[in-house]
């Protein structure tokens, strides 16, 4: 919600332009369990025409990964 165009009261309006780009990185550390490294990119806008690269946001992080039959 903090990404995309606002109203007049600050509230988000979503946008018909986007771009997102994601990566990430796991190691095995025991069995089923994996450390992730990631980083997302990316940016909203509300029409092709407010699209500008200069808004585009990063954010990366740390998570863990267990693999079950199941599933994650």
């Known amino acids: 919600d903090g990404m995309g165009p606002r109203d007049r009261d600050g509230d988000p309006i979503g946008?018909?332009?986007s771009f997102?780009?994601?990566a990430e990185l796991q190691w095995?550390?025991?069995?089923a369990l994996y450390l992730a490294a990631f980083i997302d990119v990316g940016n909203l806008a509300y029409t092709l025409e407010d699209f500008s690269f200069s808004d585009t946001r990063?954010?990366?992080g740390l998570g863990a990964r267990?693999?079950?039959p199941?599933?994650?």
């Open 15 to 17: 946008g018909l332009a």
């Open 20 to 22: 997102l780009a994601n």
């Open 70 to 72: 199941l599933g994650a």
């Open 66 to 68: 267990f693999y079950t």
């Open 28 to 31: 095995p550390i025991w069995r």
């Open 58 to 60: 990063i954010g990366a």
